[in-house]
């Protein structure tokens, strides 16, 4: 995915969320330092969400094994729920708790529209309850 | 203040904030969009701080009303602490909390050096304190 395409998305559920009366932000140089940044962090009346934002032309995605470490640590740290949004092609958005990923033999992840349809929330639920 | 010089004062205080054990998120396009949204927000085990950050090479700083508005409503909103992070010349780093900015007659706001001074936490008790 490039880094454009990327941003787009992360635009898009920023304004999502905003219209919900969630206070979004966007991590600056989010994947560019060793520091774990999720690419959103929103936060309504002390509900705060950290968001790994991801936009999909094919069915499945992975993730590297260091990346969902982060988001889960970040989030522990900080103080909010850990959450995927992937947004398949033509299917829409798909909010998903990251312990539903499957685990690669080489220690990756991976999420597949099977398993989102199975295990994610569409934007209404996930704006409405906690993880 | 050029964007660059606010930039690095940012990047240095997230990075301050990390080696405290607190997990900082420098906002993207912070000040370019209508939407409230402050320099970092920081949290750890549930404290969140939302923060305004400057660097000045003078003695007093002007606020915007609005700049101000939007820290509070922000972090109303979200759940935070709202933060002014002041880094006056040579004098090092001032927390304060926006109440105690003052106002001009035109409806701004204005804090210096007198003033964070009196009202102004040092970094040790800024992590240490609740607001």
Redesign the interface.
Known sequence: MSKKKGTRCEREL?HML?DK?F???????SGSTP????DI?A??????LAIECKSLKRDNKFFMEKEIIDLKL?SK????EPWLAIKFNNKGWFFINPKYLSKTKSGNFYMNIKLAKEKGIDFKEFIKRKL
Chains 1, 2 share one sequence.
């Open positions: 920023f905003y009366n206070f979004p932000v966007r991590a600056a140089g520091i774990p940044n999720p962090i936060g309504k009346d002390g509900r705060v970040f740290k900080f103080g909010a």
